[in-house]
């Protein structure tokens, strides 16, 4: 079965860039979602379709998706987007995948 | 207002049985595929099963293929999933969440709040 990776934790300082990567094979022939969970809430969708933003995402969400590797990137990264980020994707384009998630810290 | 809510949730002894249900509003119901997305308390999101707007086409996890059971009534705006042999590593909260396409599967867009399935003796 297909099996996305990432990182169990990424530390930012408020203001910096952080970066979250989510690796699979061949992952960038797939379009890959993040979505973000905050502790106690459901999870909200950040990027989709590798680089797409939904209506309320703030503009420093940005994402990517080539070769075996997806980023999420967050520029000029605030407190409030302390929380853990998953990406998902299709295999064969019926089954979900989710990566294992990653907690953010905002130092 | 917008919105998937959960109800069906419990504890349940290890075997039995458990009928999630999700209502939606909203929206139109009948233009999207659905899906319901499980996590264990602590643990990251699991997709369990997604169903596409007419039933037509169904998918499950292999953790689950056999046991449970996704469908839909569209008439009623309501998806459901019917949880049968339960384990407890089925623990967990199960959140429906909406898909953005109606007959591929895309993105979830909207998600419920979640209900929690404890399977315990």
């Not at chain 1, 996305?4 to 699979?24: D, E, F, K, N, R």
């Not at chain 2, 939606?24 to 369990?48: C, I, N």
Request: aromatic residues 12%; hydrophobic residues 30%; charged residues 20%.
């Amino acid at each position: 079965s297909y099996e996305l990776t990432q990182a169990p934790s990424v530390s930012v300082s408020p203001g910096q860039t952080a970066s979250i990567t989510c690796s699979g094979d061949k992952l960038g022939d797939e379009y890959v979602s993040w979505y973000q969970q905050k502790p106690g809430q459901s999870p909200v969708l950040v990027i989709y379709q590798d680089i797409k933003r939904p209506s309320g995402i703030p503009e420093r969400f940005s994402g990517s998706n080539s070769g075996n590797t997806a980023t999420l990137t967050i520029s000029g990264t605030q407190a409030m987007d302390e929380a853990d980020y998953y990406c998902q994707a299709w295999d064969s384009s019926t089954v979900g995948v989710f990566g294992g998630g990653t907690k953010l810290t905002v130092l | 207002e917008v919105q998937l809510v959960e109800s069906g949730g419990g504890l349940v002894q290890p075997g039995r049985s458990l009928r999630l249900s999700c209502t939606a509003s909203g929206f139109t119901f009948d233009d999207y595929a659905m899906h319901w997305v499980r996590q264990a308390p602590g643990k990251g999101l699991e997709w369990v099963s997604g169903i596409r707007w007419n039933s037509g086409s169904i998918a499950y996890a292999d953790s689950v293929k056999g046991r449970f059971t996704i469908s839909r009534d569209n008439a009623k705006n309501s998806l459901y999933l019917q949880m049968n042999s339960l384990r407890a590593e089925d623990t967990a909260f199960y959140y429906c969440a909406k898909d953005a396409g109606y007959d591929n599967y895309w993105y979830f867009d909207l998600w419920g709040r979640g209900t929690l399935v404890t399977v315990s003796s």
